[in-house]
């Protein structure tokens, strides 16, 4: 996916409870407009219901036949992944993850 062609949505340091509604509105624009590039490398901290969000709105593009990656998973967002056991779900969507 080339980065002129995807809409990016840029994940704050912090994706707790907080930051959830923000992300849920940009996800759903950008996965109605098109391809869509999940930007992940400022990510300190991330919330479980913020991985299973990302999760969905992959769910929601794959039924919109519209391309969704995430780009540049931090080392907590990775470690968040692992230890939730979303390795597999994060596999096809994210680079640098393996199932």
Not at 17 to 30: C, E, N, S, Y
Not at 50 to 77: C, D, H, Q, T, Y
Request: charged content about 20%; aromatic content about 2%; cysteine-free.
């Amino acid at each position: 996916m080339t980065q002129a062609t995807a809409r990016t949505v840029a994940l704050p340091a912090i994706v707790d409870l907080d930051a959830l509604d923000g992300v849920r509105d940009q996800l759903i624009d950008a996965v109605e407009s098109g391809p869509v590039r999940v930007v992940a490398g400022d990510v300190e901290r991330v919330a479980t219901n913020a991985l299973l969000m990302l999760i969905s709105a992959a769910e929601s593009a794959r039924r919109n036949n519209v391309a969704f990656e995430v780009a540049g998973a931090s080392a907590p967002m990775l470690a968040a992944i692992e230890r939730l056991g979303l390795s597999e779900s994060f596999a096809e969507i994210a680079r640098g993850i393996e199932a």
